[in-house]
Every structure is written in C-alpha cells, then in structure tokens.
C-alpha cells in the first residue's frame, strides 16, 4: 500500500469519526428532550427495560465485523453518557447551583453579612440552660465583637433521656439577652408547627443535622422571611445536602447558609469525619455561603483551633463552635464545649491566624 492510498483511508476514517460525532450530537439533543419530559412526567431517569429493548434491536440488526460483545459495550457507554447528560441538566436547572447563579448569595443578618467574603465567627453555648449563662457567653462574645450567637433551645437527642432542651423558655431566654446585649439569635427549630413561634424570637433557623431530610420543615422555613441555617446530615452526600437546600429555596427563601458539621464514618478518634473538602465543592456547586462547625465533626477541644484554621484556609464563610461558662456541669456535651478563657486564647489566636491569611 502506498503512502497515498494510506492517506486516502485515513481521510475516509476521518470523515466517519465526523459522521459518528454528529449522530451522536443529534441522539443527545434527543435524549435531552427525553429527560425534560420524563421530569415533567415524574418519571424516573434510568430505565433498564427500555435499555435492553435498544441492545437487543441493535445486536438484531449487528453483521459487522465487531463482536456482539464489542457492540454491547460501546452502546452501553453511550447509553451511560446520556443518562449523565440528563442528570448534568437536572444539576443545571436547581435554583441553588452556581449555574443558575453565578454570582455569591449574601446573607444578611441584621447588618452582619455572611458570604460577602470577609469570614464571621458562630459561637455560643450548645443548650440554653439558664440566663446567666447565656449573658455569660454572650458578654464574652461582644468583648470579643462577634455578635452572631447561636443555642440550642430544643434538642435533639440520641437518648431520648438527656436533656431535651427548654423549648420555648430556651427561646426567650436567648432572646432577652440578646436584645441586653446586641446579638443576633441562630437557634435549631425541630418542626414545621414551632416555626411560626419561633419567629419571634430568632434571626437565623437553624434545621439540624438529623433534620435535614425533614421535607415539610424544609418546606416550611422556606416560606418565611427569616435566613435558616442547614446542617449537613449525619451520613448525607453532598447531593444530597444541595438538594435539601433546594427544598428550601424553592418555596420562595434564598437566604440559606449551608453548614457543614462532619460526617459520620467508620473513625472513632473524633465525634464525626469533618469532610474538609465539602466547603470548596460546595462553594463551586452552589452559590450559598458555607460553614463549618468545628465542635460537632470534632467533639474535642484539643481540635477546635487546628479544624478552625483548616475551615478559614479552605475558603469558609464562617466557624462555629460552642462555648460554656462552665463546662464541666453543661447539661449536654460538656466535653466539647470551651469555657471562657479557652474561648478567648480561641478567638484570639484564629484573629492572629485569619490576618495572616489576608
């Protein structure tokens, strides 16, 4: 064979690649027009029936020089790349990714802005439990100039005996001192009936972690006119995280921060698997600030400042973690929590930390 006649088949190869390369752009214009409907319809994305009716008509009508086996395997990935352009256009048309927004959700709680690129610090004690601890810790907090303070005034817990929370007296507990004080009240609301209460005596919603799969709560908080705070779950993939967030926004409420808390895993050295790496995709993904609870992925103090820094380096949007006047006789997590003065050396040394990276 001659070099021309080489070129000449090599130019017919080229011309077959364009052909396929066409057919291929056409049956994914088609397949995207599938998915739409099947949206629309409610109908799920994959569908094994109609995928082994395509093989079986394609291998019927198979003469060619390939195996059968060959044939399967290449229409197979096709079939696996269109399932993925359906999925790539479900991510495009959520009303909480960087695609539909591209540009950063600030919110706004009285005044102090989160996600506006200047990083903010959460604390504040795990469980409300009286009002002089909650002033104690609030008062350290403005010595401090934070004024974003959050507590637990219902709780969630494993056992249903440790302590509950106070509920609606935790509430107004945080409240008052905040209003003595000049702070802004995060605190956890566990169902759509206590949401319209609680409305009146906190800035931020928080749904926790446990609660992040709670549709009618999510539902819910989206309908107010209050920023909610949503954890990430116990054991949820990221995906899922955004889509949780998706029940929020689309019921009317953009004003979201996602939090991330740690993940639980098979590694028993700290309280949960803070996944690190989540404030970066998530900051990519969606355009809601993202934060990180260095006290529940760690449940240790020791780790407390180390995590912090990571989560300030990484990007995030702010750090919470919990602080106690007296931890030792906290009435849940007393472990975890920061007295005083470890609150302090905290605050003072992530202050020098986060100048550093400025």
Do not use: W
């Not at 903010?120 to 100039?145: H, L, N, S, T």
């Not at 779950?233 to 689309?250: C, K, P, Q, R, W």
């Amino acid at each position: 064979m001659t070099a021309n006649e080489l070129q000449e088949l090599r130019n017919k190869i080229d011309e077959v690649n364009l052909q396929i390369l066409t057919l291929l752009n056409e049956r994914a214009e088609i397949v995207q027009e599938i998915g739409e409907n099947k949206e629309k319809q409610g109908v799920v994305r994959f569908d094994p029936v109609r995928e082994r009716q395509a093989l079986d008509l394609i291998l019927e009508k198979h003469d060619g020089p390939f195996e059968s086996s060959t044939i399967q395997h290449l229409f197979k990935e096709i079939f696996k790349a269109s399932l993925e352009l359906q999925e790539d256009d479900h991510k495009k048309a959520l009303l909480v990714s960087r695609k539909a927004r591209p540009e950063n959700t600030i919110v706004d709680v009285n005044d102090e802005k989160i996600g506006n690129g200047e990083q903010q610090f959460i604390m504040g004690p795990c469980a409300v439990e009286g009002y002089d601890q909650v002033k104690a810790v609030a008062i350290a907090m403005k010595e401090q100039g934070l004024t974003l303070m959050r507590g637990g005034a219902f709780k969630p817990r494993t056992s249903p005996y440790d302590f509950q929370g106070l509920g609606i007296e935790g509430l107004q507990i945080l409240r008052k001192v905040a209003d003595e004080v000049g702070m802004s009240v995060i605190s956890e609301i566990l169902s759509p009936e206590d949401v319209e209460e609680a409305l009146d005596y906190v800035d931020v919603i928080q749904v926790g972690a446990r609660n992040m799969q709670n549709f009618e709560l999510l539902k819910t908080v989206g309908r107010v006119k209050k920023p909610v705070l949503l954890k990430r779950g116990l054991s949820a993939t990221i995906d899922e995280f955004i889509n949780a967030a998706e029940y929020i926004i689309s019921q009317g409420n953009d004003q979201i921060i996602l939090c991330e808390r740690g993940i639980r895993t098979y590694e028993k050295a700290t309280r949960n698997t803070l996944d690190i790496s989540a404030v970066p995709v998530l900051k990519k993904e969606t355009h809601l600030p993202v934060i990180v609870d260095v006290t529940h992925s760690t449940g240790r103090k020791d780790l407390l400042f180390p995590t912090a820094k990571a989560a300030l380096a990484i990007g995030a949007d702010a750090v919470m973690a919990e602080v106690h006047p007296d931890p030792a006789v906290a009435l849940s997590d007393s472990a975890q929590q920061m007295n005083i003065p470890e609150f302090n050396e905290f605050m003072n040394d992530l202050k020098e930390f986060k100048g550093k990276l400025a």
